[in-house]
């Protein structure tokens, strides 16, 4: 799997939008982006994940660039609960008992 | 968010003493993992499993034994606990789905002290 890149760390203000980039300029055709994040303490939280098309749910959405070397995750309207470590993940199809490979990470502050 | 609880969710024990850590699912997906988190080394595997009684060495395997006799539980056990097997225990399931990007769910974890 491809290798990521990520600043180790983000402020941003509560109710304004927290955008986290993603450098994984390696990456292959057939592997996805995927994000995680992971809450002090808790397991990893899934928050989306994307091949090429930018990508939308309740939580976030994704922008994938369209030589897809780099992604950015945008959390809308953050809160303080979303303070946690952001995971950005390059993963290829048919991984199924294969381990995730957490990065650095970037630690996102939400501040009031 | 994914059904995936376990137990102990906090255990401290001693050096030389056995260890179970219970993962249970209730989404019947086929995969369940056994990771460990250490400061300075993120989430490393363990075990995975692909089916009832299948299973497969991760990473980082010595020390752990696994077992799966029902679709909803894997069991992680430490025959002999070490100090060097304090850390946090995460479980996570996928559906493993042929042709699919097969998304990991993780537990909450156990956080395990060996003295």
């Known amino acids: 799997d491809a290798k990521t890149t990520q600043p180790p760390s983000m402020d941003c203000a509560e109710g304004r939008a927290a955008n986290l980039p993603c450098n994984h300029s390696t990456i292959s055709g057939n592997e996805y982006v995927y994000w995680y994040r992971q809450i002090h303490s808790q397991g990893p939280q899934y928050i989306i994940h994307g091949l090429k098309n930018n990508e939308t749910n309740e939580m976030a959405s994704l922008i994938i660039t369209e030589d897809r070397k780099s992604s950015t995750l945008i959390l809308p309207h953050a809160t303080l609960r979303d303070t946690a470590v952001y995971y950005c993940?390059?993963?290829?199809?048919?991984?199924?008992?294969?381990?995730?490979?957490f990065g650095g990470g970037t630690r996102l502050m939400v501040k009031p | 968010d994914a059904g995936i609880t376990q137990s102990p969710r906090h255990k401290v024990t001693e050096t030389g003493t056995p260890v179970t850590l219970r993962c249970h699912q209730t989404?019947?997906?086929?995969?369940m993992y056994w990771y460990r988190q250490d400061p300075g080394h993120g989430l490393r595997l363990i075990h995975y499993?692909?089916?009832?009684?299948?299973?497969d060495k991760g990473e980082v395997s010595d020390g752990y034994s696994v077992s799966r006799s029902k679709t909803e539980d894997f069991l992680l056990t430490l025959e002999s606990a070490t100090s060097s097997q304090t850390s946090v225990y995460f479980c996570a399931i996928s559906g493993g789905l042929a042709g699919s990007t097969d998304t990991q769910y993780f537990g909450p974890g156990t956080r395990l002290t060996v003295l």
């Open positions: 499993s692909y089916g009832v009684k299948d299973t």
């Open positions: 989404e019947n997906h086929r995969y």
């Open positions: 993940i390059v993963r290829s199809l048919n991984n199924a008992g294969n381990m995730l490979t």
